[in-house]
Structure formats: C-alpha cells, structure tokens
C-alpha cells in the first residue's frame, strides 16, 4: 500500500512537503510552446517562421493578436 501524503504550501509559499502529482500539461498533450512568447499553443495557433536561421514555431497570426482573441 502507497502512504497517502498531502500537498501543503507553507504561509510563507515556498515549503511543501511534496508537490502535485503529474505535469500541467497532461491535459494539452498536443502541445507546443511559442518560440517567441513561449506559451503552450495547439498546432492550428502556429505557424512555421524562419528567425535566426532555424525554422521555429509562432503564434498566428502574432503572439499580441492571439492573446486577444483567447482573452488572456
């Protein structure tokens, strides 16, 4: 049988005894983060940009534009 063990932040935010299983992202598995801004998008909010002589990954149409549209 596993312990059961509590996450508990202390009062002063920076203690805890263990910390939340799992990963943020488990619910976004397809995922993929903005080169420029760097928060996770789905694949339809990318678009393919060549910057610094490698092809990354961007926010379309930008990163300003879509953070409206999302309500972020």
Request: aromatic share 4%; glycine share 6%; net charge positive.
């Amino acid at each position: 049988m596993s312990k059961v063990v509590t996450t508990r932040i202390a009062e002063d935010g920076l203690r805890y005894r263990s910390k939340a299983v799992g990963s943020p992202f488990a619910s976004k598995a397809n995922t993929r983060s903005c080169f420029k801004c760097g928060k996770h998008r789905t694949p339809d909010q990318l678009q393919s940009k060549k910057l610094l002589g490698k092809t990354e990954m961007v926010c379309k149409p930008s990163c300003k534009e879509l953070a409206e549209m999302l309500g972020e």
